[in-house]
């Protein structure tokens, strides 16, 4: 078992910037994979990033490529999410997961998910 709580959505003004984190507790090893996707009102949950808990993959949605960059630290069990150039169209609750194995951009492959948190980006 994977719990993990987000923090640090807010409102935003478009241009600016923020940082979620996710708190990782439980079973955390190297073969899981951390991911954050988001889902803005009356659309799907989509992708935003993906990184390994090792090290050594990443992956981002063409939306956010040059924009958001995902991180971790193992000594903390944290992944962050740091989202510059924010647009009005980022706005959306989003979510960190994770799932055990291979890698996977998939909404259905992961396993474990936080509560959400909302982040606003004012126009």
């Known amino acids: 078992q994977v719990q993990l709580v987000e923090s640090g959505g807010g409102l935003v003004q478009a241009g600016g910037s923020l940082r979620l984190s996710c708190a990782a507790s439980g079973r955390t090893f190297d073969s899981i994979y951390m991911a954050w996707f988001r889902q803005a009102p009356g659309k799907e949950r989509e992708v935003v990033a993906v990184i390994k808990w090792s090290g050594g993959r990443l992956y981002y949605a063409d939306s956010v490529r040059g924009r958001f960059t995902i991180s971790r630290d193992n000594a903390k069990n944290m992944v962050y999410l740091q989202m510059n150039s924010l647009k009005p169209e980022d706005t959306a609750v989003y979510y960190c997961?994770?799932?055990?194995?291979?890698?996977?951009?998939?909404?259905?492959?992961?396993?474990?998910w936080g509560q959400g948190t909302q982040v606003t980006v004012s126009s």
């Open positions: 997961a994770a799932r055990s194995g291979s890698f996977s951009a998939s909404l259905n492959a992961y396993d474990y």
